[in-house]
Nanobody, 125 residues
Framework: QLQLVDSGGGLVQPGGSLRLSCTTS????????IGWFRQAPGKEREGVSC????????AYVDSVKGRFTISRDNAKNTVYLQMNSLKPEDTAVYYC??????????????????WGQGTQVTVSS
């Protein structure tokens, strides 16, 4: 059974860091791109980042460039989102999802196939 499990969220002060993990099972992660999305209360879901199957290409939404880094370890069936210099506006539930490639439409959640359950990130003093 294909499954994605998001973890690593929590409460952190502004300027702090968190590392999210997306651990997968039931399929071969090597062949898939992984995207990270977030949704804050009262806001639409937003694409945060995407990484291709061989880590050869990554994409980020402008608001996190230079602060967030996406990476993957296919041997561990896990994709990571390292989040540094966190801001209150980063507060949201973060989700990972799979698709074949990132491509130019990587930020559109509707084209992803399967999703994790989400992990809450709260940035507050």
């Amino acid at each position: 059974q294909l499954q994605l499990v998001d973890s690593g969220g929590g409460l952190v002060q502004p300027g702090g860091s968190l590392r999210l993990s997306c651990t997968t099972s039931g399929f071969t992660l090597d062949y898939y791109a992984i995207g990270w999305f977030r949704q804050a209360p009262g806001k639409e879901r937003e694409g945060v980042s995407c990484i291709t199957s061989n880590s050869g290409d990554t994409a980020y939404v402008d608001s996190v460039k230079g602060r967030f880094t996406i990476s993957r370890d296919n041997a561990k069936n896990t994709v990571y989102l390292q989040m540094n210099s966190l801001k209150p506006e980063d507060t949201a539930v973060y989700y990972c999802a799979i698709r074949g490639v990132c491509g130019g439409t990587w930020y559109k959640g509707g084209i992803y196939e399967n999703w994790g359950q989400g992990t809450q990130v709260t940035v507050s003093s």
